[in-house]
């Protein structure tokens, strides 16, 4: 076996990485192509060596070509760096809109969300024809007739879309930037749509998916598992909340719910063993389960994993129709290389990564599972099969099902591990338990959910029989999931790995499997090298751990900061802002970091603003020690997080001048302070990151910081955090001359959601002449101290670095 689709896939994905990791110009791109082309033909003794290189080339060139804006109607060239701005949008639906559903405090908000092309846009009055795609974003649901194929006319603000805004965090605007996405138009209601031009009526796919639906409702109650049967046969994900994935998520099932191989290989499963009862011909049955796996995939909805197991599985199924020796590595490679020519931003699709990496790894790794499992399990081949007891046939039969499921479980496993690791920062070792079980029942739910459709249309009855199978069975996987989630040790949290680590790793299996494990030499030569990996990477995450940092997290209200003083302290987190602070950015932030459980958190100000998210951090991370200032607190949101803490058996701590916290001390307020406002009783705190000095002075009111001046006569820091409205003139002023800092950070809110009233302070920073940066602008700020080097990163790319003391300074852009 040559395997020439998967030499050729291999290419072809290699110049697509290269032009983008290298920002390739269209022009190089186009040279490059004839170049190589111009020697192959010129050149024929070397033509086979030149050939992979000018197939890289061209996928490399494919790439540039589709994301280049060519067109002066290109809506990048249109809207160009007018943005935000309020606009008029006509265009063509691409799909029907989808519902998104969240659930906060017990009730469900939903929004609607809609892919668009543009065909023109009116900017301050005039319009302009455009060309290009659109995300628009409407809350509530959208009433109407609005299905793919209508032209609509759209009001909204048109904008770039959210960017990353801290380290670790889902960057949205990359993720549609690989989906040919570059603006999002956010739309306050359903009254700001416009049906305009012929009305088209519901697209036959919406229709089934509406029958289908209705057919998996009958006799069943409408809870929480109708919902994630929907999600799992039909991909409609509105009931997958952020606490239903969660479980699944942790436990390394959340596959399920993707329509990819496991859906349409079992149903291409069934439905050739129903062509064969049928006694159908080879080439008949092959065509009628193409036809019918891209109706289901169409169906619903296009997903990209769908597109991709079914690519793959047509790409087989051709090979058997033809004749053609079977390689599923051959038949992968194929299948790889028709979806990138389609679409060659896929292979930047995390989905299309874990798919091929894990159907890779199953035909790698099975064959020598299955040869495995059958010396282990054979029986005795000198004793007639007539004379073993049938209990021990039947034993073997068990114990070889289980193993191979089990072998299936951690082939699979393995080929996702880093990338897992990479995109959501899980390890789940427990999916090698949990799969074993949770598929079958996957499967059997799937199965059940066909036979109601197919039965449906003439017995009613045993399709709601049917119905109530597949209940059972998601109800188990459920049950099975949030089991295999609450498991000690079956999960946890780690760091993005580096990409030498990701890349070493494959090498490394991609090794065992060509011959590492053949023999004792090779063997040993193999596990020494991994070893030395193990131990590269060790000492590589032992020094990163040894550095110290200061993390700035952008909240709406409040200033939230991820601290790391030295090795030997635990790192904390400083506040955590409102509940939808904790659940979007501080929970993530914490995720990407590696962190399961947090020791210490500490509150600055007792307001909801600074705390309100507090019981749902102690749920998630479940901390033993809260520090909040012993002033006295008024707000009612804060007593009961404190008191929930206390129920949950976290030590509540009041901290007062003089105090020690995390590594950091105490400045403000003092023992027996008293003050009429919580602004002023806010916590001061003082650290050292190695030599770096940070002052946090957060949002503290102008009585407090009279109060703080009068007893700190020395206050001088390197880096000086400050939020909240109340300093300002004078006051700020004289802040600033005690403090003589050469950084100061300013924690005004999300970007693009600048805090209001801070325009008073910024314009004071602006006169003193102190760099100085806004969270609002630059989303997160890092500061990390490593030896006597010091870095300030952004999100949004600004990076500092200096020396300790401050000297050699460089400022750049990323």
């Excluded at 949770?438 to 459709?453: M, N």
């Excluded at 295999?484 to 990701?502: I, K, L, N």
């Excluded at 700035?552 to 602070?581: F, H, K, M």
Aim: charged content about 15%; proline content about 5%.
């Amino acid at each position: 076996m040559r395997r020439p689709g998967l030499l050729l896939a291999l290419c072809f994905a290699a110049g697509i990485w290269l032009a983008d990791r290298w920002s390739l110009p269209l022009v190089g791109a186009w040279s490059l192509a004839w170049l190589l082309w111009l020697v192959s033909w010129v050149w024929s003794a070397i033509r086979p060596w030149v050939l992979p290189f000018l197939l890289a080339a061209v996928g490399g060139l494919h790439l540039v070509q589709r994301a280049e804006p060519l067109a002066p109607e290109d809506l990048r060239h249109v809207v160009a760096h007018r943005v935000p701005v309020l606009a008029v949008v006509h265009g063509t639906l691409q799909d029907s809109p989808g519902l998104r559903m969240r659930v906060r405090d017990g009730a469900a908000s939903v929004r609607t969300v809609a892919r668009l092309e543009v065909h023109a846009i009116q900017l301050r009055g005039e319009w302009v024809p455009a060309r290009g795609r659109v995300i628009v974003s409407t809350a509530g649901d959208l009433v109407g007739a609005f299905y793919a194929g209508q032209a609509v006319q759209v009001r909204g603000m048109l904008n770039r879309p959210a960017a990353s805004v801290a380290p670790g965090l889902f960057d949205y605007a990359a993720w549609l930037r690989r989906r040919g996405i570059y603006y999002q138009l956010r739309v306050e209601s359903a009254a700001d749509w416009e049906l305009i031009g012929p009305r088209v009526s519901m697209p036959w796919t919406d229709r089934f998916v509406a029958w289908a639906t209705r057919q998996l409702e009958r006799g069943l109650p409408s809870d929480e598992t109708v919902g994630l049967l929907r999600a799992m046969t039909l991909g409609l994900r509105t009931a997958l909340t952020d606490e239903v994935s969660e479980a699944f998520m942790r436990s390394g099932t959340m596959h399920v719910f993707a329509i990819s191989g496991l859906h349409i290989g079992l149903l291409s499963g069934i439905l050739l063993t129903l062509f064969q009862v049928l006694r159908l011909p080879r080439a008949g049955a092959a065509c009628s389960a193409i036809v019918l796996i891209w109706f289901y995939t169409a169906a619903t909805g296009w997903q990209p994993s769908a597109v991709r197991a079914t690519v793959m599985m047509t790409v087989v199924a051709l090979g058997w129709v033809l004749g053609r020796p079977g390689d599923l590595l051959n038949s992968l490679g194929w299948a790889g290389l028709l979806i990138l020519v389609w679409e060659p931003e896929q292979l930047f699709h995390a989905g299309f990564q874990l798919s091929f990496a894990v159907v890779a790894s199953l035909a790698l790794w099975m064959p020598k599972v299955e040869a495995w499992v059958h010396r282990q399990l054979r029986l005795d081949p000198h004793v007639p099969p007539e004379l073993v007891p049938g209990w021990r046939r039947l034993w073997v039969s068990g114990l070889r099902v289980v193993a191979l499921a089990a072998g299936t479980s951690w082939a699979a496993w393995v080929g996702s591990l880093p990338l897992i690791a990479w995109y959501f920062h899980l390890v789940t070792p427990v999916t090698l338990l949990a799969n074993v079980v949770v598929v079958p029942c996957a499967a059997l739910a799937l199965i059940s959910c066909l036979a109601s459709w197919s039965s449906g249309l003439w017995w009613s009855g045993l399709g709601e029989l049917f119905n109530q199978s597949a209940w059972l069975w998601m109800s188990l996987m459920h049950r099975l999931s949030e089991w295999a989630a609450q498991m000690p040790y079956g999960s946890w949290f780690v760091t993005r790995p580096a990409a030498w680590e990701v890349a070493a790793y494959y090498v490394w299996c991609v090794w065992a499997l060509a011959g590492g494990w053949s023999c004792w030499t090779t063997r040993w030569l193999w596990i020494v090298t991994g070893v030395i990996g193990l131990v590269v990477a060790g000492v590589v995450r032992w020094r990163d751990a040894r550095d110290s940092q200061l993390v700035l997290l952008p909240g709406r209200e409040a200033p939230v900061a991820w601290i790391q003083t030295s090795e030997r302290q635990s790192p904390w987190l400083l506040n955590c802002g409102a509940e939808e602070d904790v659940e979007f950015v501080v929970k993530p932030f914490l995720r990407a970091a590696g962190v399961d459980r947090l020791r210490t958190v500490g509150i600055s100000q007792a307001l909801a603003g600074y705390a309100g998210g507090l019981p749902e951090l102690v749920v998630a991370f479940k901390p033993s020690l809260v520090g909040v200032g012993e002033a006295q607190i008024r707000s009612r949101v804060i007593r009961d997080a404190l008191a929930f803490c206390e129920r949950e058996k976290v030590t509540v701590r009041r901290l007062g001048r003089g105090d020690g916290f995390g590594g950091w001390e105490v400045l403000h307020p003092g023992r027996g302070d008293r003050f009429t406002r919580a602004a002023d009783a806010a916590l001061v705190l003082r650290g050292n990151l190695q030599g770096l000095q940070v002052l946090w002075v957060g949002g503290l009111g102008r009585d407090g910081l009279q109060q703080l001046l009068s007893r700190e006569p020395a206050l001088k820091a390197d880096v000086l955090v400050l939020a909240g409205p109340d300093l300002e003139g004078a006051a700020l002023q004289t802040l600033l001359e005690r403090v003589r800092p050469a950084w100061i950070w300013l924690a005004d809110g999300l970007p693009g959601q600048a805090t209001r009233g801070l325009d008073a302070m910024r314009d004071c920073l602006h006169r003193a002449g102190i760099p100085f940066w806004c969270t609002s602008q630059t989303g997160a700020i890092v500061a990390r101290v490593r030896g006597q080097r010091w870095t300030i990163r952004t999100a949004s790319g600004w990076e500092w670095q200096g020396l300790i003391p401050m000297a050699g300074e460089q400022r750049r852009r990323s």
